[in-house]
């Protein structure tokens, strides 16, 4: 069943002072970066052809400075999680190095957390969770691979919880992964911890802003 719906948030709401560009300019840089399959040199061109002379240099800083700006002034809107968590790691790479990117995703496709890490094991697992569960509550079931590192983190940091591990249950968030490589793809190589996992948590907002886990009264 789906959740109801809730009246429009009114809360979100982010400073902009002492910018050169007006607010609609510079989010609507920060979205078409996150949303589409752009470079910052692609998106430079983009606003020039609509008389927006900024450079990519200065839409990076964009990014970097108002994602996590955004998605902090945007959480009381944000719905609450599901009861039923998928689990799974993927693998970027940021200067040249192997990451690997934990995402969780809810019954209703609500992306639930990233979490970037130099490390796939216990410890960056129970990170995961720790902070996942710190934001969003506990979760009823956590649904995973067979991985014996998540399966570990699970029974140290949600012991309350059920651990499905059935072939293929975890396909939900495995797929999901797909469009998350799909959006790092042209980006050229990722250069920096940090700044990866800006780009990742924005694009798992800007997701779940287009399927409507927000009341925002905006459409992405």
């Given at each position: 069943?789906?959740?109801?719906?809730?009246?429009?948030?009114?809360?979100?709401?982010?400073?902009?002072?002492?910018?050169?560009?007006?607010?609609?300019?510079?989010?609507?840089?920060?979205?078409?970066?996150?949303?589409?399959?752009l470079?910052?040199?692609?998106?430079e061109?983009?606003?020039?052809?609509?008389?927006?002379?900024?450079?990519?240099?200065?839409?990076?800083?964009?990014?970097?400075?108002?994602?996590?700006?955004?998605?902090?002034?945007?959480?009381?809107?944000?719905?609450?999680?599901?009861?039923?968590?998928?689990?799974?790691?993927?693998?970027?790479?940021?200067?040249?190095?192997?990451?690997?990117?934990?995402?969780?995703v809810?019954?209703?496709?609500?992306?639930?957390?990233?979490l970037?890490?130099?490390?796939?094991?216990?410890?960056?697992?129970?990170?995961?969770?720790?902070?996942?569960?710190g934001?969003h509550?506990?979760?009823?079931?956590?649904?995973t691979?067979?991985?014996?590192?998540?399966?570990?983190?699970?029974?140290?940091?949600?012991?309350?919880?059920?651990h499905?591990?059935?072939?293929?249950?975890n396909?939900?968030?495995?797929?999901d992964?797909?469009?998350?490589k799909?959006r790092?793809r042209?980006?050229?190589?990722?250069?920096?911890?940090?700044?990866?996992?800006?780009?990742?948590?924005?694009h798992?907002?800007?997701?779940?802003?287009?399927?409507?886990?927000?009341?925002?009264?905006?459409?992405?």
């Open positions: 069943m789906r959740r109801r719906r809730f009246p429009v948030c009114r809360q979100a709401s982010v400073s902009f002072v002492g910018f050169q560009f007006p607010p609609e300019v510079i989010l609507l840089a920060v979205r078409w970066y996150l949303r589409y399959g470079s910052y040199r692609d998106l061109e983009l606003l020039a052809e609509r008389g927006i002379d900024v450079d990519h240099v200065t839409l990076f800083r964009w990014v970097q400075r108002f994602t996590p700006v955004v998605i902090d002034a945007a959480r009381p809107c944000r719905h609450a999680v599901g009861y039923r968590w998928f689990v799974d790691e993927t693998y970027v790479k940021v200067a040249g190095v192997w990451r690997y990117v934990y995402r969780a809810d019954q209703h496709r609500q992306v639930i957390d990233v970037v890490s130099s490390r796939r094991d216990t410890q960056a697992a129970k990170r995961f969770f720790t902070a996942a569960i934001a509550g506990v979760p009823g079931v956590v649904t691979d067979r991985s014996p590192a998540l399966g570990r983190a699970i029974v140290e940091v949600v012991p309350d919880a059920a499905d591990t059935t072939q293929y249950a396909n939900r968030v495995e797929a992964h797909v469009r998350l799909a790092l042209p980006m050229r190589g990722l250069k920096q911890d940090r700044t990866a996992t800006v780009v990742i948590r924005g798992a907002f800007f997701q779940n802003l287009r399927r409507d886990h927000y009341e925002l009264g905006v459409h992405a």
